[in-house]
């Protein structure tokens, strides 16, 4: 098959060199999808030492959570005693 068109040529020439360009760019970015899943896993080990950690994390920021609720419970029945403790009409 012969192209006698310059102009066709140069065209297809040009697609061609986009087409290159552009498998290049894919497989840079298959080889970095590639780096990303091998430096993402972890080994079992590394994955029950986190989970400990998140663990211990979680229960003492549920303690912590537990404390405010029981501090927050004595101040609003502190305070009902003080509201309770008023006289509005005190009898004379």
């Known amino acids: ?3 006698s068109s310059k102009s ?3 065209e297809i020439f040009a697609e ?3 087409a290159l360009i552009e498998i290049q760019r894919l497989e840079a970015e298959i080889e ?3 780096d990303l899943k091998k430096s993402e ?3 079992p080990k590394e994955y029950l030492n986190d989970f ?3 663990s211990e994390i979680h229960n003492k920021e549920m303690n912590l959570l537990f404390e405010d609720l029981i501090w927050l419970r004595n101040q609003i029945q502190l305070g009902i005693k003080k509201i309770n403790s008023v006289e509005l009409f005190p009898i004379k």
Do not use: E, G, P, V
């Open 16 to 18: 061609y060199q986009m």
């Open 52 to 54: 400990q950690n998140r």
């Open 1 to 3: 098959m012969t192209i």
């Open 32 to 34: 970095l999808m590639n």
């Open 8 to 10: 066709l040529k140069r």
């Open 41 to 43: 896993l972890i080994a």
